[in-house]
């Protein structure tokens, strides 16, 4: 059996605050396997996104371990082994597209050839050739985060790192973008950790759901997607979905997160 991606064992994070300390996570254990999509979902404040800052080394667990492709978080950072896709774009206005996507491959001192070829690939892999020479301010919110995804691809990391990305976009463009997230998945076959608030987001993208509870954080249950690979919007309305996401909506309520 393949070695975990992320490995997590007893985590705990707490914040001194002014006010006395914040509990943000207790006791989170969890692996994720290679090629998996894993959904974080729970409420606001529960400790999701702190999940995902942890295993990116932008957070410091205080007790507890973990491990991302057998390394520490700061040596899995500093070995450039995962992309990080933020809730807002965060494009940089006076750059084009093309040269948002470059960034970091600039930054790592990639060739200029090399690394427009690369950043082009990731553009078309998105579905976004033929506004390389625009600018983040000519594109919809839609294309702006698409443009970030190929952004945290172009590097081509092992781990794809997803902060609810699609949360402020339109139901519309958010199903939209789900089915081409999908297809970039099953294209690529990286290991990707999503967070979202959404049931219905979670059921449809992931192999996995971790089901967290309100503050602190805590692993209430982690329910099996077992959906296939070939996942049209119209899954939605078959008993299968409609039975994992009601499996999951129990598990919010035995945390005590869920208002009907």
Sequence with gaps: MAE???????????????????????????????????????????GKT??????????????????????????ARL????????????????????????????IMGVARAEREARARAQLALVNLSGFERRFPWQLSGGMQQRASIARALAFEP?????????????????????????????ATRKTVVFVTHSIPEAVFLSTRIV???PRPGRITDIVEC???????????????F???AQR???GLRAGHSYDV
């Excluded at 994070?13 to 002014?18: A, C, E, I, N, S």
């Excluded at 790192?161 to 199903?175: K, N, Q, S, T, Y």
Aim: hydrophobic share 45%; aromatic share 6%.
């Design 4 to 46: 975990p991606v992320i490995s997590a064992r007893k985590l705990s994070l707490d914040f001194p605050t002014q006010d006395g300390t914040v509990h943000a996570l207790s006791d989170v254990t969890l692996d994720v396997a290679p090629g998996e999509f894993v959904s974080l979902i729970g409420p606001s404040g529960c």
């Design 50 to 75: 702190t999940l995902l800052r942890v295993i990116a080394d932008l957070e410091r667990a205080t007790a507890g371990s973990i491990s991302v492709n057998g390394r520490t978080p700061e040596q």
């Design 79 to 106: 070995a450039r082994d995962y992309g990080y896709v933020f809730q807002a774009p965060a494009l940089y206005p006076w750059r084009t597209i093309l040269g948002n996507v470059m960034l970091p491959l600039e």
């Design 158 to 186: 092992k781990l794809l790192l997803m902060d609810e990305p699609f949360g402020a976009l339109d139901e519309i463009v958010r199903d939209h973008l789900n089915e081409q997230l999908l297809k970039l998945w099953a």
């Design 211 to 213: 089901v967290m509870s």
């Design 226 to 240: 077992d959906l296939g690979p070939d996942r049209p919007l119209e899954i939605r309305e078959t008993a299968a």
């Design 242 to 244: 409609l039975r994992i």
């Design 248 to 250: 999951v909506r129990e």
